[in-house]
């Protein structure tokens, strides 16, 4: 079983692998994954040099204790990020979903430059789509193909791959969050939130229209989570918690409790926690309503009663994993059926408990494939000495590098 540490070790003998993803604090989701990533491979290589490529270091070196040594890759000089990927043996990338239009040519773009310099690469349950985007399609193609493996969290990112023309294996796992371990939420943080003790609570998600849930009416689900959240306060006399996994979320989730009849059974998390924290923060919960994918994944870890609300594939493909209900979107006009679903989804859990947690364990299963995989990979490492050199003008990738600027963007 993966094993997750918060430990910094010193740097050893073994291999030098850097990790790229959307690291450095901007959610919570994201972090979890670097937790797990680290803790993948500080399992299977204790001696190796972790190298973090981070959007805000400062808040990796904080927060990621695992991580030998974390650099900045965003608005800093090419040479640098180059001269730090050269020195790597292993670069992986992810997970989380990064391959997607506007974000995927910047990531692979680095990608590309550390297969330049003969790293080895692996994609590490990365998310996919939408890919729309000529240059982004491109470099998927490109990349992607060179890879030692690709390993996606879903079938919808393998899909959206293949559709944009990538023509080799894709192997499909499971989100690395899923192997995540609580942290304690203790009851004096719970008097802290102002959250009441013996009573009914129901954790609600929610978040910004952006690319990833670009057809979102802002006021129209507000409104819509709103009647939600009313409801559950009268149908289980609940009080509803409001959990933001990202600092914008905070914003919406006031939009929704300043459209409930009944603000005052809503509360809102305003400290700032670890992943670990908002996992343990769901064992507090009876019912939980949520958008945010990791949101969803931390209520199944919990074992908890979660009607998804997939605004985008991968929150669709996740609730059909775990058998959740599986509705089609979020818009006003759905109210009641959402609320019937959310009424159903009370009622019968208890005889549904036993398969969601069957269908956890198979998930967290294939989350350890992932980390088997990328263990397959380092072993191989031993063998480079043997491989022969080719010329940079022959790497793939090199021409994914951005002539004639000094910053990587």
Known sequence: MTTITQTRRSAGPGPRIGLLGS?????????????????????????ARLVVFSRNAEHTR???LAADEVVDWEGVPQKQILDVLSGLDLLVLGGGGILYDGEARRYLRLVGAAQARGVRTFAYAVGAGPLREAEDREAVRAVLSAMDEVVVRDEESRLVLEEAGLDRDVVVTADPALLLPPEP????????EGIP???????????????????????DYHALLADVADFLVRRLEAHVVFVPMERQDVHHAHG?????????????????YSPGQVLGFMNHLDLAVGMRLHFVIFAALSGLPVLPLPYSGKVFDFSRRIGAPALVG???????????????LWDEFPQRRDDLDARVQALRGAARETCVRCAVVLDSL????????VPDTERPGLHLLRPGTGTVN
């Open 62 to 64: 904080t927060h990621q």
């Open 382 to 389: 031993d063998e480079r000495n043997e491989a022969v050199s």
């Open 197 to 219: 003790a013996d009573t009914r609570l129901v954790g609600m998600s929610v978040r910004e229209p952006g690319r990833a849930a670009e057809k979102l009416d802002e006021s």
């Open 23 to 47: 690291y450095g604090g901007f959610n919570l989701g994201d972090e979890a994954i670097l937790t797990c990533v680290l803790g993948c491979l500080r399992a299977h290589r204790p001696q």
């Open 256 to 272: 929704v409790l300043s459209r409930m009849t009944a603000p005052d059974r809503g509360r809102i998390l305003h400290s700032v």
């Open 185 to 192: 939420f203790t009851d004096q943080m719970m008097r802290q």
């Open 330 to 344: 979020v818009a006003r006009e759905q109210a009641g059926l959402m609320l019937a679903e959310v009424d159903r």
